[in-house]
Every structure is written in structure tokens, then in C-alpha cells.
């Protein structure tokens, strides 16, 4: 029903930047809130940064000050700014989107297929 293309992703040198991009298509109706999540290996994925309908933002403290969501609402897609980064950013980083009823309720979470980001020299 929903499908998320990511993109952006690669080798970086630490301190280097990057910016992840995520265009939602599909059944959508509304504007719906989004995020990144990350998994760096032998790690649970992890919550980085969260975007509201209201534009309201929720970074993880590990990324604050450095990575900056964003959103394109006429384009259904999300971004993802991230300055200084450091070795241990390193993770398959995920695009969520969360489809919400009308009441702005929980219904499902939609995952794009990951785009690898490392940072080494």
C-alpha cells in the first residue's frame, strides 16, 4: 500500500556529511509521521530521529546538535541532514513511516529496504 524508496547513503570520511532522502508513494491520504531508525551490527535498531505531522521533531541525544530531519510535505518525502558524523554512526539506516487513522491512532509501520551509511577513514 505504502512503499519507501531511500536514498543517500554511502562512504564517508568522519566529520563528512550526508543527506538521506525517503519519497513515500502510494495509499496515502494524509500527512504522516516519519522517521529514521538505525542498525549497526550485532545492534537493535534504534529510534534517530522522528518528524510529526505538526512538524514537530524528536532526535535520539546520540545525534543531537549534528543530524537534522526535515520533510517535503507536497512530495511525501522525508530527509535526513547528517553533519559530523562519527564512526560510530555507522548502521543501516531504515525510513519509517507511520500509517495513522483518522484519529491520528497506531494502525501499521511501513519500512524502506535500509541504505548503508559508513563512516571510516
Known amino acids: 500500500q505504502v512503499q519507501l524508496v531511500e536514498s543517500g547513503g554511502g562512504l564517508v570520511q568522519p566529520g563528512g556529511s550526508l543527506r538521506l532522502s525517503c519519497a513515500a508513494s502510494?495509499?496515502?491520504?494524509?500527512?504522516?509521521?516519519m522517521g529514521w531508525y538505525r542498525q549497526a551490527p550485532g545492534k537493535q535498531r534504534v529510534l534517530v530521529a522522528t518528524?510529526?505531522?505538526?512538524?514537530?521533531?524528536h532526535y535520539a541525544e546520540s545525534v543531537e546538535g549534528r543530524f537534522t530531519i526535515s520533510r517535503d510535505n507536497g512530495k511525501n518525502t522525508v530527509y535526513l541532514q547528517m553533519n559530523s558524523l562519527k564512526p560510530e554512526d555507522t548502521a543501516v539506516y531504515y525510513c519509517?513511516?507511520?500509517?495513522?487513522?483518522?484519529?491520528?491512532?497506531?494502525?501499521?509501520?511501513?519500512w524502506g529496504q535500509g541504505t548503508q551509511v559508513t563512516v571510516s577513514s
Open positions: 519509517n513511516f507511520r500509517d495513522v487513522g483518522d484519529g491520528g491512532e497506531y494502525i501499521y509501520d511501513y
Open positions: 502510494g495509499s496515502i491520504f494524509r500527512i504522516n509521521p
Open positions: 518528524i510529526s505531522p505538526g512538524g514537530s521533531r
